[in-house]
């Protein structure tokens, strides 16, 4: 419903290994997405929307691209919501890389090792969310 005027894109691997995850980072995904769709639909004014997800040398990726108005990291407002992304994939032993430019779009990647999505993390991240 929040991306509802916007054309949503999903590509998935043919085979996906059979993993447990665990329940922490299940929230930290779940998380992570939800910031994303919402920074797209409340600033981006994109009118497509590309997630893919790859599994290669042992990581899991997950890339969301947008070709919306994209910013200027230098004239951003700074917020929670890249500091919570960034602390949330630390914890599952990834990392997210955010890029953009005026009128460029934005491309959030996140990378995780697959042995640290059935994991617990032993130093649970807490937010407001």
Not at 22 to 45: D, G, P, W, Y
Request: with cysteine; proline share 5%.
């Amino acid at each position: 419903r929040v991306l509802n005027e916007t054309e949503v894109v999903v590509d998935m691997p043919a085979q996906c290994p059979e993993i447990v995850v665990s329940m922490t980072v299940k929230r930290h995904l779940i998380m992570l997405f939800k910031e994303v769709v919402h920074n797209c639909a409340r600033h981006a004014q994109a009118t497509q929307v590309h997630v893919a997800f790859t599994i290669t040398s042992g990581h899991l990726a997950i890339r969301f691209e947008d070709n919306g108005c994209g910013f200027d990291f230098g004239s951003a407002t700074p917020g929670w919501g890249l500091f919570n992304m960034r602390e949330r994939a630390k914890e599952m032993r990834g990392n997210v890389e955010l890029t953009s430019r005026p009128g460029s779009g934005t491309t959030v990647l996140l990378r995780i090792p697959m042995e640290s999505l059935s994991r617990e993390p032993s130093n649970a991240y807490s937010t407001s969310n």
